[in-house]
């Protein structure tokens, strides 16, 4: 994709007082985590 997807996920969640890591490991992959508070 063009990576608008993510900028956008972050931006959402940044809005919403969150926070997006990422973790890559070479030969495995990318995790993605999204930590948005309840209340």
Not at 10 to 35: M, N, P, R, W
Request: proline residues 3%; negative net charge; aromatic residues 6%.
């Amino acid at each position: 994709g063009t990576g608008l997807g993510l900028s956008l996920s972050y931006d959402i969640v940044k809005a919403h007082g969150g926070v997006l890591q990422l973790e890559t490991k070479i030969g495995e992959g990318s995790t993605f985590v999204v930590e948005i508070p309840i209340g």
